[in-house]
């Protein structure tokens, strides 16, 4: 099993940046190494439905956007620190969501929700006009 836990979000006027943290843990990364996962990020905004944001393949070899924030946002992970970010650049009100981390211990990268073997809690980013 693998426990993921968001850090990071806030409230920021539009034009700002933010970095999104997610800290891995758990049993199996005693085996095998937070790179050995596909890494993604999911965003929810109030009202609509769960969308990709950005995912890594295994051993970061591959980067993935969605077009809406391709250009301003960035997927990255530090295998010692067990951690993966995201970060946010040129905040955009329709920006707003909860973000939400997800893992899998498959190779390639992902785009579904369902793909996705581990996720986090959560964390609002409220971005204002």
């Known amino acids: 099993q693998v426990q993921l836990v968001e850090s990071g979000g806030g409230l920021l006027q539009a034009g700002g940046s933010l970095r999104l943290s997610c800290v891995a843990s758990g049993r199996t990364l005693s085996w095998y190494a937070l790179s050995w996962y596909a890494l993604g990020w999911f965003r929810q905004a109030s009202g609509k439905e769960r969308e990709f944001v950005a995912a890594i393949s295994r051993y970061a070899g591959s980067t993935y956007y969605a077009d809406s924030v391709k250009g301003r946002f960035a997927i990255s992970m530090d295998n010692a620190k067990k951690t993966m970010y995201l970060q946010m650049n040129s905040l955009k009100p329709e920006d707003t969501a909860v973000y939400y981390c997800?893992?899998?211990?498959?190779?390639?990268?992902?785009?579904?929700?369902?793909?996705?073997?581990?996720y986090g809690q959560g964390t609002q980013v409220t971005v204002s006009s």
């Open positions: 997800a893992a899998t211990p498959r190779g390639g990268y992902y785009q579904s929700w369902d793909e996705y073997n581990y």
